[in-house]
């Protein structure tokens, strides 16, 4: 799919009409092997097949490709591109990804092999590209920095917090639920919660990789390939309590949630069904609450709310996906299991 900058325009103009912001995020360096397509000579790994045999995986999952920090030119075009995101979309944050950036790939490269044989460490690298991008966004641009957990908590590549300015930085958590917000939060940052385990919306469709072994055996893939099953119902996204555990302090860090909805299987044939109604659970939990003044979850009032705004969105052709039979619908609390 592509967008032209007046296709982007529209978009951000009617979302601002209805009180919507948009903020779009530009991963880097990992996931950024379409960059390839215009410039082959910064992308690392570009267009390789993801699982070599006998060697660590380039990618995460297919397509590879990641920005070089090293290559001079790396930051001439991505400054490029920053800076026309930037006049598109006016709001004051930019989101600059971060996350999941694949050692392999980057030593997949002669000249970053080269710095690793040298005693270069992949965390140098991570920090490099970082030093010579935030400053243009944060100061040039004059907007807040959005980056994903990963690049001060990644498992493998990350660099280490001193590195990132509070007053201009938002950390985006989406592994070990609470533990992660309150890692981010307690070091000082500012926190968008997206935890997989309850707000990605994707999950539980199964795997999307050919000729996985796994299923060979009948008695194997009991999550049906899908890494973060189970689907997350529409009652796992609402019972989410994104501030769990954290102090006042750490409370006030946390900036809201945002559930997702990554695309590997889902297009516009069906992604009504996949983002609504579940984002509009979402939506109540963090805006008015999920418990009611007896302290307990409102499930039951809830489903009376979500099926007749499930309504509203199909009459208004937006295919919605059921939360109950239609019978239920028509008789608002009969189907509870206590009446």
Avoid at 39 to 54: D, H, L, Q, R, S
Avoid at 247 to 255: A, F, G, I
Avoid at 313 to 326: K, N
Wanted: proline share 7%.
């Amino acid at each position: 799919m592509r967008y032209s900058p007046d296709d982007v325009w529209r978009t951000v103009h009617y979302a601002m009409s209805y009180g919507v912001r948009v903020v779009p995020e530009i991963d880097a360096p990992g996931h950024t092997g379409s960059w390839a397509e215009a410039y082959p000579e910064i992308v690392t790994c570009a267009n390789k097949f993801w699982m070599p045999v006998g060697k660590p995986a380039l990618a995460a999952e297919p397509g590879t490709g990641q920005l070089n920090p090293l290559h001079p030119r790396t930051y001439d075009i991505i400054r490029g591109v920053y800076r026309d995101a930037a006049e598109l979309f006016p709001e004051p944050f930019f989101h600059a990804g971060g996350d999941e950036v694949n050692a392999a790939c980057w030593e997949d490269d002669p000249t970053i092999a080269a710095f690793m044989s040298g005693g270069g460490t992949h965390d140098q690298l991570l920090e490099t590209f970082v030093n010579r991008t935030y400053p243009f966004i944060a100061g040039d641009l004059n907007r807040t920095v959005v980056y994903w957990e990963d690049v001060i908590l990644g498992p493998k590549i990350k660099i280490p917090p001193s590195a990132l300015p509070r007053e201009t930085t938002i950390l985006q958590t989406w592994n070990n639920g609470p533990n992660n917000t309150k890692l981010l939060a307690a070091a000082g940052f500012r926190v968008i919660v997206s935890s997989w385990d309850f707000y990605y919306l994707d999950c539980g469709h199964g795997g999307w990789v050919g000729n996985d072994s796994q299923y060979d055996t009948l008695a194997s893939g009991g999550n049906g390939g899908s890494w973060c099953a189970p689907f997350k119902t529409w009652q796992r996204v609402y019972d989410y309590d994104i501030t769990e555990g954290l102090t006042e302090r750490e409370k006030n860090l946390v900036l809201g949630g945002e559930v997702a909805m990554w695309s590997e299987q889902v297009d516009g044939v069906v992604v009504d069904g996949v983002v609504w109604p579940r984002t509009s659970a979402m939506s109540e939990a963090l805006w008015s609450g999920n418990r009611g003044t007896d302290g307990k979850k409102r499930y039951a009032d809830a489903t009376d709310r979500l099926n007749e705004w499930r309504q509203r969105m199909v009459t208004r052709g937006i295919a919605a996906e059921p939360l109950q039979p239609l019978w239920c619908t028509r008789n608002p609390g009969m189907c509870n299991l206590v009446e």
